[in-house]
T-cell receptor, first 114, second 112 residues
């Protein structure tokens, strides 16, 4: 069974600073994908970034980058130059390439301070 | 515009009154799924579908039914809703298991 751990229930960051949201995972599958989604207070789920288990380079999407350390089974999200609009819940997800299920972590609530 | 559309967005109903939450996607995705989100429990999968007429149970299927008669639609059916099914529900679709999932805007259901 797959599992995602996000050890930071809540985080604060000053506007324009960088922040790292932690995610560790557990899976016995050799092939899997890791995802990060953002859920603002309005409730929708917004895709941020994807990392495949065989990808050699860390994924980047604009201000988002994923610090993927396969041996440690960690996939931390780095947000550079935080903006007030980044305040939201952030979920780390894992999905194996054979199974059908997204397994969600419990989420981290990020608050960006002006 | 590529999107997943859920209806209704908000619903208050009474115990035992059958209801259907619709989900439709316009991206020709094969894979669709339903989740519920509860405080402290995160998001959990209810049912998923790999293709037309192919559905399977997720982690919390009790009290729910689904159907996939056509590729674009994946309705969630609560035959006899109970208060413990009060939750925020999300439908999602994706091309494959290793591509991003597009989520609907969510349906907030209250069963009294």
């Amino acid at each position: 069974a797959q599992k995602i751990t996000q050890t930071q229930p809540g985080m604060f960051v000053q506007e324009k600073e960088a922040v790292t949201l932690d995610c560790t995972y557990d899976t016995s599958d050799p092939s899997y994908g890791l995802f990060w989604y953002k859920q603002p207070s309005s409730g929708e789920m917004i895709f941020l970034i994807y990392q495949g288990s065989y990808d050699q380079q860390n994924a980047t999407e604009g201000r988002y980058s994923l610090n993927f350390q396969k041996a440690r089974k960690s996939a931390n999200l780095v947000i550079s130059a935080s903006q007030l609009g980044d305040s939201a819940m952030y979920f780390c997800l894992i999905r194996d390439n054979y199974g059908q299920n997204f397994v969600f972590g419990p989420g981290t609530r990020l608050s960006v301070l002006p | 515009e590529a999107q997943v559309t859920q209806n209704p967005r908000y619903l208050i109903t009474v115990t035992g009154k059958k209801l259907t939450v619709t989900c439709s996607q316009n991206m020709n995705h094969e894979y669709m799924s339903w989740y519920r989100q509860d405080p402290g429990l995160g998001l959990r999968q209810i049912y998923y579908s790999m293709n037309v007429e192919v559905t399977d149970k997720g982690d919390v299927p009790e009290g729910y039914k689904v159907s996939r008669k056509e590729k674009r639609n994946f309705p969630l059916i609560l035959e006899s809703p109970s208060p413990n099914q009060t939750s925020l529900y999300f439908c999602a679709s994706s091309w494959t298991v290793n591509t991003e999932a597009f989520f609907g805007q969510g349906t907030r259901l209250t069963v009294v």
